[in-house]
């Protein structure tokens, strides 16, 4: 049967029905099934295996194209895993907030060690069947846009790629006008009775935040208190592993595109590596590094 067009259904089972089941099979696996294999309806990896279409023979290309839609993966991992974290930090459940943010920090590990997959190509290798690519460039990533957005890294033009494309353009737009996890960290710490001033709350949420001196003296005060139940503490440490990570996957990614393409143009019309190099100057949850300076 075509997993793209099965209907079937994940039954659930309890751990008695388990237990029955491997007494009966004798304590063999489970080898015949009256539709498609529960796991494959569950995890439709018959649908994942059949979206690896190359444009080249190039043995090499499988490879790219596999790893970056890994990464396409990982971006709405960590996507889910931050606006779980924003959900909770709206509630002002800090010690709740830490699961998805700690989850968030191994998927960016995830992310970092994918470019390792890569790491055999060449400018030369890539050069078989770049040509093929067009004007195709990880640039026009709706998924990493979100997960900028989402880190407060805001960039209105950015969303022009997407106009053609309605629902993912709408969804970018909504990212880009609501609340990053850094503006969900500031409210909080004005719930939590910090000096955090009232324009500085009611600014425009589609313009980046700059750094301010109130945020920064808020998570100054913050790591005074170094005592165990100081979930503040515990929220600002997060954090920085969540920014320390994203900069380690960008950094990656800028000497992987040193690695194959040096510092041609990119596909996407971009001068490609400067390009790179610029938006790394960019700092997720600034104050929570320059505050370091004051404690």
Same mark, same amino acid.
């Given at each position: 049967?075509?997993?793209?067009?099965?209907?079937?259904?994940?039954?659930?089972?309890?751990?008695?029905?388990?237990?029955?089941?491997?007494?009966?099979?004798?304590?063999?696996?489970t080898l015949e099934f009256a539709d498609q294999?529960?796991?494959?309806?569950?995890?439709?990896?018959?649908?994942?295996?059949?979206?690896?279409?190359?444009?080249?023979?190039?043995?090499?290309?499988?490879?790219?194209?596999m790893i970056s839609q890994v990464m396409e993966l990982y971006f709405g991992l960590v996507r889910f895993e931050l606006r779980e974290a924003q959900r909770l930090l709206g509630e002002d459940d800090v010690w709740g907030a830490l699961a998805p943010l700690r989850r968030t920090v191994l998927h960016l590990d995830g992310l970092i060690a994918a470019w390792q997959a890569l790491h055999w190509m060449t400018?030369?290798?890539?050069?078989?069947?770049?040509?093929?690519?067009?004007?195709g460039s990880g640039f026009q990533s709706a998924m990493y846009r979100h997960l900028e957005f989402l880190l407060g890294l805001k960039t209105a033009?950015?969303?022009?790629?997407h106009r053609r494309q309605d629902d993912v353009y709408h969804d970018l737009l909504a990212s880009l006008n609501g609340?990053?996890?850094? @503006? =969900?960290?500031?409210?909080?710490?004005? +719930? #939590?009775?910090?000096?955090?001033?009232?324009?500085?709350?009611?600014?425009?949420?589609?313009?980046?935040?700059?750094?301010?001196?109130?945020?920064?003296?808020a998570w100054v005060?913050?790591?005074? @208190? =170094?005592?165990?139940?100081?979930?503040? +503490? #515990?929220?600002g440490e997060a954090l920085t592993e969540v920014s320390e990570r994203f900069d380690e996957w960008r950094h990656r990614?800028?000497?992987?595109?040193?690695?194959?393409?040096g510092a041609k143009v990119g596909s996407g019309g971009s001068n490609g590596y400067?390009?790179?190099?610029?938006?790394?100057?960019?700092?997720?949850?600034?104050?929570?590094?320059?505050?370091?300076t004051l404690m």
């Open positions: 049967m075509d997993a793209k067009t099965s209907t079937t259904v994940v039954r659930p089972a309890t751990a008695l029905e388990r237990d029955e089941r491997a007494a009966v099979n004798g304590g063999e696996p294999t529960p796991y494959d309806a569950y995890v439709h990896a018959s649908t994942l295996h059949s979206l690896q279409q190359t444009l080249s023979k190039d043995p090499g290309e499988m490879s790219f194209l400018p030369a290798d890539f050069n078989r069947f770049r040509n093929l690519l067009g004007e033009s950015l969303v022009r790629p609340a990053s996890v850094w @503006d =969900d960290v500031i409210a909080l710490l004005a +719930r #939590q009775g910090f000096g955090i001033p009232a324009d500085l709350l009611a600014r425009d949420l589609a313009e980046e935040h700059q750094p301010h001196p109130a945020v920064e003296a005060e913050v790591y005074r @208190d =170094d005592s165990p139940d100081n979930h503040l +503490r #515990q929220l990614h800028l000497r992987a595109v040193a690695r194959t393409m400067a390009w790179l190099q610029r938006s790394m100057s960019r700092t997720v949850f600034p104050e929570l590094w320059s505050a370091r």
